[in-house]
């Protein structure tokens, strides 16, 4: 699906009456996988609407919902409640709360709803304890609802697959590779266990109540079973080194299982984003993110050299 379909028919195709005037249905929250929108129904409830605009995004979100199922109930947070789920439309009853921050769509940058000059510190201490509940539900059953599940093995060789692939499409510079390559084979950074990640764990996810403590997490749809220090990464590129070891700490002391490198862990993850996104344009085969790849790599190599990072 290329153009932005028309909510309303599609929302009464599938049973759900949308308020008549029309500035109760605005188009929002649209990704490179789903056209998005928020409206009112006729009896006044707000909904989430998504339409995927592609085939794989169809079967992705199929593994969402599973995951979305399996943890319901389960952790201090509310997650989303697909009442719809098609090839055409997902929807949902808003989350409790608002986003801990907003996506300028001009810029790219962040628009907190946090007080950054002083967080609270309730915000860390509710998202590490919703982190150790998540990370600490069981695998088999995990398995058995049919989510994705990779060892700490294959977890490391994807990474290392990935690395291989994306200089494939955009030669590494020499400085990045070889972060990569000390990170790939250093053992002391990988753990040897996995656990069920959230796999976006990001401040434009995470919403917050009055009281900035976190009430709903929203995005699932990189959820798996792999490194836990992956739900750190996004939480480092928007708050940096210092709040993500503090929050890491704040999950050690919540009962999180940790090890000496964890913090270095989920920063490598960050400096080798490339090769995720690279792995996304090759599962798309879309020119443009091919394109994309080699501006995304020599972005990083870029940061690197400016951050003085060894």
């Known amino acids: 699906m290329t153009s932005t379909p028309d909510f309303r028919d599609l929302a009464a195709?599938?049973?759900?009456?949308?308020d008549p005037d029309p500035s109760m249905l605005r188009a929002t929250g649209s990704t490179a996988?789903?056209?998005?929108?928020?409206a009112?129904?006729?009896?006044g409830a707000y909904w989430m609407l998504r339409s995927p605009r592609r085939g794989d995004v169809q079967a992705n979100s199929r593994q969402e919902k599973r995951v979305l199922d399996h943890v319901r109930g389960k952790l201090p947070v509310v997650v989303p409640d697909w009442q719809v789920h098609s090839d055409k439309l997902i929807a949902y009853r808003v989350l409790p709360g608002v986003p801990a921050a907003e996506i300028d769509p001009l810029t790219?940058?962040?628009i907190w709803r946090l007080p950054q000059a002083s967080v609270p510190a309730v915000f860390a201490e509710s998202l590490a304890e919703a982190m150790v509940k998540l990370h600490w539900l069981d695998i088999d059953a995990a398995v058995a609802a049919g989510i994705a599940v990779m060892t700490a093995e294959q977890s490391r060789a994807r990474v290392r697959q990935r690395m291989d692939d994306c200089n494939t499409l955009a030669p590494v510079p020499e400085k990045l590779w070889g972060l990569w390559q000390k990170w790939i084979d250093g053992d002391a950074f990988w753990p040897d266990f996995v656990s069920l990640t959230n796999g976006d764990i990001y401040h434009p996810r995470l919403f917050v109540n009055a009281d900035y403590r976190?009430?709903?997490?929203e995005n699932w749809a990189d959820a798996e079973i792999g490194d836990p220090a992956s739900d750190f990464t996004l939480y480092f590129a928007a708050a940096g080194r210092e709040a993500m070891e503090d929050l890491?700490?704040?999950?050690?002391r919540a009962g999180g299982q940790t090890w000496a490198r964890m913090a270095d862990q989920a920063e490598m993850y960050y400096w080798a984003s490339p090769i995720k996104f690279a792995a996304y344009a090759m599962r798309t085969g879309d020119v443009s993110h091919l394109m994309n790849v080699k501006n995304m790599v020599h972005r990083y190599a870029s940061m690197l050299e400016d951050s003085g990072y060894e």
């Open 40 to 43: 009112r129904d006729a009896s």
């Open 33 to 38: 996988e789903y056209f998005g929108a928020n």
């Open 108 to 110: 790219g940058e962040l």
């Open 13 to 18: 195709a599938h049973g759900i009456e949308l």
């Open 248 to 252: 890491i700490a704040r999950y050690e």
């Open 214 to 217: 976190v009430v709903a997490i």
